[in-house]
T-cell receptor, first 113, second 113 residues
Framework: AQSVTQLGSHVSVSEGALVLLRCNYSSSVPPYLFWYVQYPNQGLQLLLKYTTGATLVKGINGFEAEFKKSETSFHLTKPSAHMSDAAEYFCAVNAGGSYIPTFGRGTSLIVHP | SQTIHQWPATLVQPVGSPLSLECTVEGTSNPNLYWYRQAAGRGLQLLFYSVGIGQISSEVPQNLSASRPQDRQFILSSKKLLLSDSGFYLC????????????FGPGTRLTVT
């Protein structure tokens, strides 16, 4: 069984501030973990993913995430927010060769000037 | 390179009318295909997935059906639309192994009036 919890349905930051979006997962086997971004009226696109190896993963647009097995977390960060980062962010987990990933409910990132 | 197409982009249909949404993938073979729905302000709901031609798995019993008449074509249908069918419909594909990242189409915005 697998599950994902995204803490906070909305996160608000000022332009230039640190972005931290939280994701905790549950999986009975080693997971593959993903962060996707969705801009209004568009499909989701992959930001980054963790499968095996290095636990700090770098993605597009300056985002990165760290897989912490002991904390069952995969939080998404970016040192300095841009207005263009305003979007919906989804964390997802897939484990054990499953065909069906489990998505979190999403976090809306709001960036203030 | 691989691309995924969805049409139409927007659709307004009266209650009780039929529905057909189409999704096609180019540049890959034997993909796994998925239909999701997003209601306003909510997360992703998996509706159907398919691991091969003619193979459809339904995740949620409802007013919709899906078909896969060709390897890279996935169709979402309804005989009679309900108001509750309104939402943003997303098609996605993964490589045959299934546990890798999902590639999403641009989506169809359906409004049932």
């Amino acid at each position: 069984a697998q599950s994902v919890t995204q803490l906070g349905s909305h996160v608000s930051v000022s332009e230039g501030a640190l972005v931290l979006l939280r994701c905790n997962y549950s999986s009975s086997v080693p997971p593959y973990l993903f962060w996707y971004v969705q801009y209004p009226n568009q499909g989701l696109q992959l930001l980054l993913k963790y499968t095996t190896g290095a636990t700090l993963v770098k993605g597009i647009n300056g985002f990165e995430a760290e897989f912490k097995k002991s904390e069952t977390s995969f939080h998404l960060t970016k040192p300095s927010a841009h207005m263009s980062d305003a979007a919906e962010y989804f964390c997802a987990v897939n484990a054990g060769g499953s065909y069906i990933p489990t998505f979190g409910r999403g976090t809306s990132l709001i960036v203030h000037p | 390179s691989q691309t995924i197409h969805q049409w139409p982009a927007t659709l307004v249909q009266p209650v009780g009318s039929p529905l057909s949404l189409e999704c096609t993938v180019e540049g890959t073979s034997n993909p796994n295909l998925y239909w999701y729905r997003q209601a306003a302000g909510r997360g992703l709901q998996l509706l159907f997935y398919s691991v091969g031609i003619g193979q459809i798995s339904s995740e949620v019993p409802q007013n919709l059906s899906a078909s896969r008449p060709q390897d890279r074509q996935f169709i979402l249908s309804s005989k009679k639309l309900l108001l509750s069918d309104s939402g943003f419909y997303l098609c996605a594909w993964t490589r045959p192994a299934g546990d890798d990242e999902q590639y999403f189409g641009p989506g169809t915005r359906l409004t049932v009036t």
